[in-house]
């Protein structure tokens, strides 16, 4: 198994905000599967996601949800990447 560093997009009127996920699955093609599953459920308020280009729309197309990219990465890598993300150094 390998694991796959999973970038979202979620766009609305106010700006665009990015998530970052790790899945791990045997290939690209089951990671992408997995990362449109994730995403088809990403607002859960929304009961009828509309279907779009690499991703999915939510409240009547006010909210788009959609994958960026995905790229092999280790779990190592990837904390790191959340650490330097969410520490502040005041140093």
Same mark, same amino acid.
């Given at each position: 198994? @390998? !694991? #796959?560093?999973?970038k979202?997009?979620?766009?609305?009127?106010?700006?665009?905000? #990015?998530?970052? $996920? %790790? &899945?791990?699955?045997?290939? @690209?093609t089951?990671?992408?599967?997995?990362?449109?599953?994730? +995403?088809?459920? $990403? &607002?859960? !308020? !929304?009961?009828?996601?509309?279907? &779009?280009?690499?991703? #999915?729309? $939510?409240?009547? =197309?006010?909210?788009?949800?959609? %994958?960026v990219? +995905? =790229?092999?990465?280790?779990?190592?890598?990837? =904390?790191?990447?959340l650490? =330097? %993300?969410?520490? &502040?150094?005041?140093?």
């Amino acid at each position: 198994m @390998q !694991d #796959y560093w999973i970038k979202i997009s979620e766009s609305e009127d106010d700006g665009i905000k #990015y998530h970052h $996920f %790790l &899945i791990t699955a045997q290939n @690209q093609t089951e990671a992408r599967k997995f990362a449109m599953a994730f +995403i088809e459920r $990403f &607002i859960e !308020d !929304d009961e009828n996601p509309e279907a &779009i280009e690499s991703g #999915y729309s $939510f409240y009547n =197309k006010a909210v788009f949800v959609r %994958l960026v990219s +995905i =790229k092999e990465t280790t779990k190592e890598t990837f =904390k790191n990447f959340l650490l =330097k %993300l969410h520490t &502040i150094d005041m140093g």
